[in-house]
């Protein structure tokens, strides 16, 4: 999660460049969601089957987890994001 952080923190420093890009027509934005949620797909899968995942948990309820995190918690507040993003990890466990 961590990892992904640092992709995230960079990317919010990228926000404007690509939302001018998608508004320009240069990059896709129901193209690069589709990738995504299908990335976070496979890992959901990959979790589930090793039992490390609730059953329930989606695609979508990811994204839209780490968007949350990333909003109120971007640079230069990076210890509060890894915070968050443990908590979040934390959550998506099955109960005992």
Do not use: C, Y
């Amino acid at each position: 999660m961590d990892l992904f952080g640092d992709w995230i923190a960079t990317k919010n420093g990228m926000l404007d460049t690509m939302a001018a890009m998608i508004e320009a027509g240069e990059l896709a934005h129901a193209q690069t969601r589709t990738e995504l949620l299908t990335a976070i797909d496979v890992l959901l899968d990959a979790g589930r089957e090793a039992g490390q995942i609730r059953e329930h948990v989606t695609a979508d309820d990811i994204a839209a987890g780490l968007i949350g995190i990333f909003t109120v918690a971007h640079p230069p507040e990076l210890e509060r994001a890894e915070r968050l993003l443990d908590i979040f990890s934390d959550g998506l466990r099955p109960p005992d």
